[in-house]
Antibody, heavy 119, light 108 residues
Framework: EVQLVESGGGLVQPGGSLRLSCAAS????????MSWVRQAPGKGLQWVSG???????SYADSVKGRFTISRDNSMNTLYLQMNSLRDEDTAVYYC?????????????WGQGALVTVSS | EIVLTQSPATLSLFPGERATLSCRAS??????LAWYQQKPGQAPRLLIY???NRATGIPARFSGSGSGTDFTLTISSLEPEDFAVYYC??????????FGQGTKLEIK
């Protein structure tokens, strides 16, 4: 059974940093592209960042230069390092698995980690 | 950048009725369009991928159709558990993925 479990969310002041983790199990993590998708309170879904099985990375304009996505295949874990956080980064952050081998969609999602940026 | 526009924003129907949700892309996405269902406090769940393929475990009352820029999610006969928010999604060059703004399906 595929499982994605996020952790590391919490309350942080504007300008602060936070690192999210996503522990994956039930599939060959190293062979799969992964993404972070966020949802601000009462709003829709927004793709944030993705990392390929070959470690290529991509970011939404709104987070480029502030967020860094990475992966540790030995630990089956996806990360999102978030720096220079802003009020508008407040959201539930989901990690999502891209359907293999070259799907254009996400077949599994974690339950999400809430990040609140507030003074 | 491909923008996805969903309509209507809210759809009010009775259980047993047929629901038709629309997703329009600002340029062609070929057949690479997916639909997700999200209930309050839950993560999105994949319903349909590549326009018309049901994901594992999704009931046959859910179907997808369309091509190019116009896509439709149809629920043939609404069950109480179908009332939720629905999002369409595409994968492009930039941004890598984008979502529609969602359609809220509510009980009338």
């Amino acid at each position: 059974e595929v499982q994605l479990v996020e952790s590391g969310g919490g309350l942080v002041q504007p300008g602060g940093s936070l690192r999210l983790s996503c522990a994956a199990s039930g599939f060959t993590f190293s062979s799969n592209d992964m993404s972070w998708v966020r949802q601000a309170p009462g709003k829709g879904l927004q793709w944030v960042s993705g990392i390929g099985s070959g470690y290529s990375t991509s970011y939404a304009d709104s987070v480029k230069g502030r967020f860094t996505i990475s992966r540790d295949n030995s630990m089956n874990t996806l990360y999102l390092q978030m720096n220079s956080l802003r009020d508008e980064d407040t959201a539930v952050y989901y990690c999502a698995k891209r359907a293999a081998p070259h799907g254009s969609y996400f077949d599994f999602w974690g339950q999400g980690a809430l990040v609140t940026v507030s003074s | 950048e491909i923008v996805l526009t969903q309509s209507p924003a809210t759809l009010s129907l009775f259980p047993g009725e047929r629901a038709t949700l629309s997703c329009r892309a600002s340029q062609s996405v070929n057949s690479y369009l997916a639909w997700y269902q999200q209930k309050p406090g839950q993560a999105p769940r994949l319903l349909i991928y590549d326009t018309s393929n049901r994901a594992t475990g999704i009931p046959a009352r859910f179907s997808g159709s369309g091509s190019g820029t116009d896509f439709t999610l149809t629920i043939s006969s609404l069950e109480p558990e179908d009332f939720a928010v629905y999002y369409c999604q595409q994968r492009g060059n930039w941004p890598l993925y984008s979502f529609g703004q969602g359609t809220k399906l509510e009980i009338k």
